[in-house]
């Protein structure tokens, strides 16, 4: 079956350190994505990708990192720069055009 | 002020009630409209979408855009406990040649037994 897969399901992260979240496709969509999810502030655009070795910040991009080596694989990598990490992380993917977002099952990070 | 502004709720209603839920904006740029469905510790999947302003109806469900009044709705009907979950909405823009989802905060749906 085509879809996301996100890992792991739950991470924690003592402060300082640095945490990689990894999200993989075979849906073989050009573009992916990285959003963060807060209570009551629905989702937030961190990065994203339209095609390999290629990415955009997004609206909250300060503290995190990515990169885009292969078309299947897009991590993200939560830096210690990062002040409040606490979040779920949504890994989506789309074919061209707005309707086509596939969304991962997502991470939830706690910092300890 | 935010480019989408939608009531987090949380809303709690019967079975069988009707669901009316909002979103507004105020770029006029957004060509396109969405609403998800998010089930709790899962990643939000596709509802409906709408390109025009009036009515598209998928069986219980109900998208209503009005570009006019910047202000799109999702009814649903015939409520059901399953419908218990966060519904966003999102709209569309083209940033540099690339559609940009911009989303709602959510609203948190509870349908009572």
């Known amino acids: 079956d085509g879809g996301i897969t996100q890992s792991p399901k739950y991470l924690f992260r003592k402060e300082g350190q640095n945490v990689t979240l990894s999200c993989e496709q075979n849906?073989?969509?050009?573009?992916m994505y990285w959003y963060r999810q807060d209570p009551g502030q629905g989702l937030r655009l961190i990065y994203y990708?339209?095609?390999?070795?290629?990415?955009q910040k997004g609206d909250i991009a300060e503290g995190y990192s990515v990169s885009r080596e292969k078309k299947e694989s897009f991590p993200l990598t939560v830096t210690s720069a990062q002040k409040n990490p606490t979040a779920f992380y949504l890994c989506?993917?789309?074919?061209?055009?707005?309707?086509?977002?596939?969304f991962g099952s997502g991470t939830r990070l706690t910092v300890v | 002020q935010k480019e989408v502004e939608q009531d987090p709720g949380p809303l709690s209603v019967p079975e069988g009630a009707i669901v009316s839920l909002n979103c507004t904006y105020s770029n006029s740029a957004f060509q396109y409209f969405m609403w998800y469905r998010q089930y709790s510790r899962k990643g939000p999947e596709l509802l409906m979408y709408t390109y025009s302003s009036g009515n598209k109806e998928d069986g219980r469900f109900t998208a209503q855009v009005d570009k006019s009044s910047k202000y799109i709705s999702l009814f649903i009907r015939d409520s059901q406990p399953s419908d218990s979950a966060t519904y966003l909405c999102?709209?569309?823009?083209?940033?540099?040649?690339?559609?940009?989802?911009?989303f709602g905060q959510g609203t948190r749906l509870t349908i009572n037994p």
């Open positions: 990708s339209q095609i390999v070795n290629d990415f």
């Open positions: 999102a709209m569309s823009k083209v940033i540099q040649g690339a559609q940009k989802l911009v």
């Open positions: 849906l073989n969509h050009d573009a």
């Open positions: 989506a993917s789309s074919t061209p055009g707005p309707y086509g977002y596939t």
